[in-house]
């Protein structure tokens, strides 16, 4: 089973701040890694799927890269409504795995 | 637009099983990829399984494997997840979740609300 490990556990930033979000993964997952993000009470949004592309509806704002096994979700500058918890999935090999998620919260 | 919605939830006694089903509506549903993905309480998701367009290819997460059994009724237009012998491990919130793309096994961008199973005596 591929284990993705998230960094940091809890990112607390200002609106307007840059936020960096990472991902690694335990072995290759090729481009097959996607981000969510899930507020309290609701099931996960998805953000960006194979590596960088956005889903639709989501801003600009956020954006993906990869170098090797190491994925990064960027937030280009908070909004308060960007309170959340992100989790990375990949879905290289079954079973398909999240990372244990890492909550931003905004001061 | 895209709705799922589950049922069949509840608390049921440790050894139980359950039947949970998920009504889908605003697409083609036998055009897709179907998955079940539960969240502990406080806990990141976990996939659970998932089944192809045509209900004849299954997968399922080691821990569940041979006590839940993914299916669909693409007449129906509804997707179920029968469990057997559960745990106090499987006390989750049970999503239905509907892939990106139609008829590739890509990432779900369409969940329900979920459905809340409590395993507990």
């Known amino acids: 089973e591929i284990v993705l490990t998230q960094s940091p556990g809890t990112l607390s930033l200002s609106p307007g701040e840059r936020a960096t979000l990472s991902c690694r993964a335990s072995?290759?997952?090729?481009?097959?890694l996607a981000w969510y993000q899930q507020k309290p009470g609701q099931p996960p949004r998805l953000l960006i799927h194979d590596t960088s592309n956005r889903a639709a509806g989501v801003p600009a704002r956020f954006s993906a890269s990869v170098s090797g096994t190491d994925f990064t979700l960027t937030v280009s500058s908070l909004e308060p409504d960007d309170s959340a918890v992100y989790y990375c999935l990949q879905r290289s090999a079954w079973p398909w795995t999240f990372g244990q998620g890492t909550k931003v919260e905004i001061k | 637009e895209v709705q799922l919605v589950e049922s069949g939830g509840g608390l049921v006694q440790p050894g139980g099983s359950l039947r949970l089903s998920c009504a889908a509506s605003?697409?083609?549903?036998?055009?897709?990829?179907m998955h079940w993905v539960r969240q502990a309480p406080g806990k990141g998701p976990e996939w659970v399984s998932r089944?192809?367009?045509?209900?004849?290819?299954?997968n399922y997460v080691g821990s569940v494997k041979g006590r839940f059994f993914i299916s669909r009724d693409n007449a129906k237009n509804v997707l179920f997840l029968q469990m057997h012998d559960l745990t106090a491990d499987d006390t989750a919130v049970f999503y239905c979740?509907?892939?990106?793309?139609?008829?590739?096994?890509?990432?779900?961008?369409?969940w329900g609300q979920g459905t809340l199973v409590t395993v507990s005596s």
């Open positions: 089944i192809n367009p045509e209900g004849n290819y299954t």
């Open positions: 979740a509907r892939t990106l793309t139609p008829g590739e096994k890509t990432v779900p961008d369409s």
């Open positions: 072995q290759s997952v090729t481009n097959y």
């Open positions: 605003g697409f083609t549903f036998t055009n897709y990829w």
